[in-house]
């Protein structure tokens, strides 16, 4: 048996256990759910599952996780029948339709849970298989790279990393699909040896762009990479393996992977040390859907297969989220996919909030247009596990509402008295504390390295509102709606306040704080012993609710970002070539297109204004560039602005940096496991800048209106 065969079994016996365990699992949890106890019985069962939770996850065996999976479950199920069966008395109207809605969302976040579970129970962590050994069996691929209206400085990065891929010359067609049909891009591509497509129309956008050029080639497998996702030399050598090895499969998917901080992360100053939105998904989402063959197509850093993409009549048009619904019909078809978790491309994140909110509106619309034309739950020739992990990645772009939901209903006891849990605060607590905890018990091991647990609930909030409408529209009315091309490589010229992002926000705040004020004063006043009970459970999450709110707003306090050329670290050797002849022997610390930043293996001040060559080395080869020193910062190094290269010279500069096998990987997943403390201290401070930064702008606004108009300007 081959190492290819052991692995297969190894996989599949995973998944025997995984549907056996979770077979067992499901009955055990149903018993255990329906047990009737008092509040002393529900705290003891609670306390005993939560200390074998913590012993639990003290082992990396994946049989454990899968317990912890099951104990958090009989936990929450327990909580959402008690929810069903003994807290929705009718009350008074209000209590009966608030109640409702806040139902609503605790199933819907319920049933994601369960989805989620299933969903990454086995992670398949897949690795590259070789090539044959003889290149002349070796496919031939077209590399598309769509661009509509990016600066060619973005896309003419892309484009040499391209040209420079590790695979036969006469096997390999680079070309540029250009939507927007520009005279100095076609110049580049000739120059830089790649075909230059465009078309007389922009129907259907970036799909319709792609199937008009699947007409004008034939390459027998189509690598995709938007213009702003640089390949690494290896990325064809690490994808294709697969491809060639098992004829029936028709998409090998890798990492998108960001080199720059996407708005989140700059404005909170998260990037490198909190994993962002998207790392989840590539981290580990993906890996639980390799296993279940349900990997989805993400539209770049991706091979296709050119024969069952033609089959299924190309990429699909019909909703702006073009990638998952290709996916969707090639498994409906029969064909597989694969997921390699090794980054082997690297672009830019958006600049801006609202840029990175208007991207996300897209993602949002177009996964509820699936749901509503191509629902994957109906679909013919999924199989069930396939069907699961689409349900769960579309219904995750419905928080919206939930989210909400759950920042607001606290208010309706502290503003209007109503109850939307007919139940003791105490017996409230007794059961939904035991679903919070074990459910943030079981993703802190499971999510860990890819998720921090309440930096998630601030992405999800900043977002939630700005998906509500276009999803639901999208459910009413599919094709309402156009694609939308994400801008990048922008600047943010100044820091400022994103007053109209914000607004949303800053009215659940003050609703609130007007909750909170609310319910302090019947504190003061005096209540029952059950009602002050109550109040402090709304208070306490009134709280959190606003702490959170804080944190979102913080998100929206737009920091300066005048670099066009993000720096990269980088460490590799390199030769600093002087006017009189010295050559001093460096080592890089960053890099850009624009320039580098060096290190002198030993002190060399250099004065600024020096012309000097620098020599690369890479893959037994070196070229020197010619630059200039901007600045000497003595130990921290000196600073380089390269001079005009000419064509090859930024080739080669793309080459022996951005194209490097090991640079994105060396990058990747660099996060410490979470803890709950260390995102709550986060959190936290993060809320307390929002609040600061929303008093900062308020003052400033209050002055300009004092201020007046100056001389000359319109009142």
Same mark, same amino acid.
């Given at each position: 048996?081959?190492?290819?065969?052991?692995?297969?079994?190894?996989?599949?016996?995973?998944?025997?256990?995984?549907?056996?365990?979770?077979?067992?699992?499901?009955?055990?949890?149903?018993? $255990?759910?329906?047990?009737?106890?008092?509040?002393?019985?529900?705290?003891?069962?609670?306390?005993?599952?939560?200390?074998?939770?913590?012993?639990?996850?003290? *082992?990396?065996?994946?049989?454990?996780?899968?317990?912890?999976?099951?104990?958090?479950?009989?936990?929450?199920?327990?909580?959402?029948?008690?929810?069903?069966?003994?807290?929705?008395?009718?009350?008074?109207?209000?209590?009966?339709?608030?109640?409702?809605?806040?139902?609503?969302?605790?199933?819907?976040?319920?049933?994601?849970?369960?989805?989620?579970?299933?969903?990454?129970?086995?992670?398949?962590?897949?690795?590259?298989?070789?090539?044959?050994?003889?290149?002349?069996?070796?496919?031939?691929?077209?590399?598309?790279?769509?661009?509509?209206?990016?600066?060619?400085?973005?896309?003419?990065?892309?484009?040499?990393?391209?040209?420079?891929?590790?695979?036969?010359?006469?096997?390999?067609?680079?070309?540029?699909?250009?939507?927007?049909?520009?005279?100095?891009?076609?110049?580049?591509?000739?120059?830089?040896?790649?075909?230059?497509?465009?078309?007389?129309?922009?129907?259907?956008?970036?799909?319709?762009?792609?199937?008009?050029?699947?007409?004008?080639?034939?390459?027998?497998?189509?690598?995709?990479?938007?213009?702003?996702?640089?390949?690494?030399?290896?990325?064809?050598?690490?994808?294709?393996?697969?491809?060639?090895?098992?004829?029936?499969?028709?998409?090998?998917?890798?990492?998108?992977?960001?080199?720059?901080?996407?708005?989140?992360?700059?404005?909170?100053?998260?990037?490198?040390?909190?994993?962002?939105?998207?790392?989840?998904?590539?981290?580990?989402?993906?890996?639980?859907?390799?296993?279940?063959?349900?990997?989805?197509?993400?539209?770049?850093?991706?091979?296709?297969?050119?024969?069952?993409?033609?089959?299924?009549?190309?990429?699909?048009?019909?909703?702006?989220?073009?990638?998952?619904?290709?996916?969707?019909?090639?498994?409906?078809?029969?064909?597989?996919?694969?997921?390699?978790?090794?980054?082997?491309?690297?672009?830019?994140?958006?600049?801006?909030?609202?840029?990175?909110?208007?991207?996300?509106?897209?993602?949002?619309?177009?996964?509820?247009?699936?749901?509503?034309?191509?629902?994957?739950?109906?679909?013919?020739?999924?199989?069930?596990?396939?069907?699961?992990?689409?349900?769960?990645?579309?219904?995750?772009?419905?928080?919206?509402?939930?989210?909400?939901?759950?920042?607001?209903?606290?208010?309706?006891?502290?503003?209007?008295?109503?109850?939307?849990?007919?139940?003791?605060?105490?017996?409230?607590?007794?059961?939904?504390?035991?679903?919070?905890?074990?459910?943030?018990?079981?993703?802190?091991?499971?999510?860990?390295?890819?998720?921090?647990?309440?930096?998630?609930?601030?992405?999800?909030?900043?977002?939630?509102?700005?998906?509500?409408?276009?999803?639901?529209?999208?459910?009413?009315?599919?094709?309402?709606?156009?694609?939308?091309?994400?801008?990048?490589?922008?600047? $943010?010229?100044?820091?400022?306040?994103?007053?109209?992002?914000?607004?949303?926000?800053?009215?659940?705040?003050?609703?609130?704080?007007?909750?909170?004020?609310?319910?302090?004063?019947?504190?003061?006043?005096?209540?029952?012993?059950?009602?002050?009970?109550?109040?402090?459970?709304?208070?306490?999450?009134?709280?959190?609710?606003?702490?959170?709110?804080?944190?979102?707003?913080?998100?929206?306090?737009?920091?300066?970002?005048?670099?066009?050329?993000?720096?990269?670290?980088?460490?590799?050797?390199?030769?600093?070539?002087?006017?009189?002849?010295?050559?001093?022997?460096?080592?890089?610390?960053?890099?850009?297109?624009?320039?580098?930043?060096?290190?002198?293996?030993?002190?060399?001040?250099?004065?600024?204004?020096?012309?000097?060559?620098?020599?690369?080395?890479?893959?037994?080869?070196?070229?020197?560039?010619?630059?200039?020193?901007?600045?000497?910062?003595?130990?921290?190094?000196?600073?380089?602005?390269?001079?005009?290269?000419?064509?090859?010279?930024?080739?080669?500069?793309?080459?022996?940096?951005?194209?490097?096998?090991?640079?994105?990987?060396?990058?990747?997943?660099?996060?410490?496991?979470?803890?709950?403390?260390?995102?709550?201290?986060?959190?936290?401070?993060? *809320?307390?800048?929002?609040?600061?930064?929303?008093?900062?702008?308020?003052? *400033?606004? *209050?002055?300009?209106?004092?201020?007046?108009?100056?001389?000359?300007?319109?009142?």
């Amino acid at each position: 048996m081959g190492l290819g065969d052991k692995r297969e079994g190894s996989v599949v016996g995973g998944k025997l256990a995984t549907a056996a365990l979770w077979v067992a699992g499901l009955a055990l949890v149903g018993f $255990v759910a329906s047990v009737p106890l008092d509040v002393k019985q529900q705290f003891v069962l609670s306390a005993a599952v939560f200390v074998a939770a913590l012993l639990l996850r003290r *082992s990396s065996s994946r049989l454990v996780v899968l317990a912890l999976m099951g104990l958090s479950l009989a936990m929450s199920t327990r909580y959402i029948w008690w929810r069903l069966t003994r807290t929705m008395d009718v009350g008074t109207p209000l209590d009966l339709v608030l109640g409702s809605g806040l139902l609503v969302a605790e199933l819907y976040a319920f049933l994601v849970l369960v989805l989620g579970y299933f969903q990454v129970a086995w992670p398949l962590n897949r690795r590259p298989v070789p090539l044959p050994q003889d290149q002349s069996q070796w496919p031939t691929v077209d590399v598309f790279i769509p661009t509509y209206n990016e600066p060619l400085a973005v896309v003419r990065t892309t484009v040499l990393a391209a040209s420079v891929l590790d695979w036969p010359e006469d096997k390999l067609n680079v070309y540029v699909l250009d939507d927007g049909r520009r005279d100095e891009l076609r110049e580049f591509c000739e120059q830089a040896g790649v075909h230059y497509l465009t078309r007389t129309n922009n129907s259907h956008a970036k799909a319709g762009n792609i199937n008009a050029a699947l007409k004008k080639t034939s390459g027998e497998f189509v690598a995709i990479f938007d213009c702003d996702h640089m390949p690494s030399r290896s990325f064809l050598q690490v994808a294709m393996g697969w491809l060639v090895r098992d004829p029936k499969l028709a998409v090998v998917q890798t990492p998108h992977y960001f080199f720059s901080p996407d708005p989140f992360e700059r404005n909170l100053g998260t990037f490198g040390k909190v994993p962002n939105e998207g790392h989840l998904f590539y981290g580990l989402l993906q890996d639980g859907n390799d296993a279940w063959n349900a990997t989805f197509f993400c539209g770049s850093c991706a091979v296709i297969r050119r024969g069952p993409l033609e089959e299924v009549g190309g990429v699909a048009v019909e909703t702006v989220t073009e990638d998952a619904h290709t996916a969707i019909r090639l498994h409906q078809r029969g064909y597989g996919s694969a997921y390699l978790p090794i980054p082997q491309a690297a672009g830019l994140a958006t600049e801006s909030l609202s840029a990175h909110v208007g991207q996300r509106i897209r993602w949002a619309r177009g996964m509820a247009q699936i749901f509503r034309v191509d629902n994957p739950l109906f679909a013919r020739g999924l199989s069930f596990a396939q069907r699961i992990c689409y349900t769960n990645a579309m219904l995750h772009f419905f928080y919206g509402l939930p989210r909400i939901i759950f920042l607001t209903a606290p208010l309706a006891f502290l503003l209007f008295g109503a109850h939307v849990i007919h139940a003791s605060a105490l017996m409230i607590l007794a059961y939904a504390l035991p679903h919070i905890v074990q459910s943030g018990l079981t993703n802190l091991r499971v999510q860990g390295h890819y998720r921090s647990l309440l930096w998630n609930e601030v992405y999800e909030t900043t977002l939630a509102w700005y998906i509500l409408l276009p999803t639901t529209m999208a459910v009413i009315n599919p094709k309402l709606g156009k694609f939308n091309v994400t801008a990048k490589g922008g600047l $943010v010229q100044r820091s400022y306040f994103d007053t109209q992002i914000a607004k949303p926000y800053l009215f659940l705040l003050v609703l609130n704080l007007t909750g909170m004020a609310a319910g302090i004063l019947r504190l003061v006043f005096g209540g029952s012993e059950g009602e002050v009970q109550t109040l402090w459970l709304n208070l306490g999450w009134t709280a959190y609710n606003m702490m959170i709110l804080g944190a979102t707003i913080a998100t929206c306090s737009e920091q300066r970002q005048i670099r066009r050329a993000h720096r990269v670290p980088l460490r590799m050797p390199a030769l600093l070539h002087l006017p009189d002849g010295t050559s001093v022997p460096c080592h890089t610390i960053d890099f850009s297109t624009g320039g580098m930043a060096l290190r002198p293996d030993a002190p060399h001040p250099l004065a600024p204004g020096t012309e000097v060559q620098v020599e690369l080395g890479h893959r037994g080869r070196s070229c020197s560039l010619p630059a200039v020193v901007r600045q000497d910062r003595d130990e921290h190094g000196l600073s380089i602005e390269f001079r005009e290269l000419d064509l090859e010279q930024e080739r080669w500069l793309v080459a022996s940096t951005f194209a490097r096998a090991d640079l994105w990987l060396s990058q990747w997943g660099r996060h410490d496991r979470d803890t709950f403390l260390g995102s709550l201290g986060g959190v936290l401070r993060a *809320s307390m800048r929002g609040f600061v930064a929303l008093g900062r702008h308020v003052a *400033s606004s *209050s002055r300009e209106g004092f201020r007046g108009p100056r001389a000359g300007e319109k009142a």
